[in-house]
């Protein structure tokens, strides 16, 4: 089983201030998912990546395959970007027709004061 | 536009009284998966669908059950809610198994047993 872990757990921060999070996991895996999950509860998946960089509005991800470790930053911080910010990946193994249940980090409590 | 639809949002039900949670999506993604939430915890996979073919993961107890009736409505029947079974429940699509596919999750359906 692969070990997940963020940090920080929890990231208070002025609004404009830049934002970053960090994912490392012990087995190679094939993708990692970074999910965003606000107070209401409902999740939304910010990026899925193997390698190298995304970018999408704001949001960073990367990922250095080789080390293990995965980061998610947000630049130009904004209150509404307070959420918990989730990790996740695969298990490496393959098991035919298996829905390879994610490993979840424990997750990181953002909160960006106006 | 909304992908994942979960109705309802809230649902209050009374313990030992059956209770049906729906799911809807229009990305005719071939797997729908069902998770359960508890306060502060990661999400725990409780079963999945690829197509028609069914999933149970080992531990989901014998009192979840789950319906797919076609690509693009799925249904989890607790048959017998007890207290501890009082979370968010998530559905979420992807279009492949294996994790290597981006997730859609739906806003989720927070229960209440009482």
């Known amino acids: 089983k692969n070990e997940v872990e963020q940090s920080p757990q929890n990231l208070t921060a002025q609004e404009g201030e830049f934002i970053t999070i960090n994912c490392s996991y012990s087995?190679?895996?094939?993708?990692l998912h970074w999910l965003q999950q606000h107070p209401g509860g409902g999740i939304v998946s910010l990026f899925m990546?193997?390698?190298g960089k995304k970018k999408h509005g704001r949001l960073i991800a990367t990922i250095n395959i080789q080390e293990k470790h995965s980061s998610l930053h947000i630049t130009a911080s904004h209150p509404r970007d307070s959420a918990v910010y989730i990790c996740a990946v695969p298990p490496k193994a393959l098991s035919s027709g298996s829905a390879r249940q994610l490993t979840f980090g424990s997750g990181t409590q953002l909160t960006v004061l106006p | 536009d909304a992908m994942v639809i979960q109705n309802p949002r809230y649902q209050v039900t009374q313990f030992g009284k059956p209770v049906t949670l729906s799911c809807s999506q229009t990305?005719?993604?071939?797997?729908m998966y069902w998770y359960q939430q508890k306060s502060s915890q990661a999400p725990k996979l409780l079963f999945h669908?690829?197509?028609?073919?069914?999933?149970n993961e080992a531990d989901t107890p014998d009192n979840f059950q789950s319906r797919r009736p076609n690509t693009s409505f799925c249904f989890l029947d607790i048959r017998s809610p007890g207290l501890g079974d009082a979370a968010m429940y998530l559905c979420?699509?992807?279009?492949?198994?294996?994790?290597?596919?981006?997730?859609?999750f739906g806003n989720g359906t927070r229960l209440t047993v009482t």
């Open positions: 669908y690829y197509d028609k073919d069914f999933n």
């Open positions: 990546l193997s390698s």
């Open positions: 979420a699509t992807s279009r492949e198994l294996q994790g290597i596919s981006p997730l859609h």
């Open positions: 087995v190679g895996i094939s993708a």
């Open positions: 990305l005719n993604h071939n797997v």
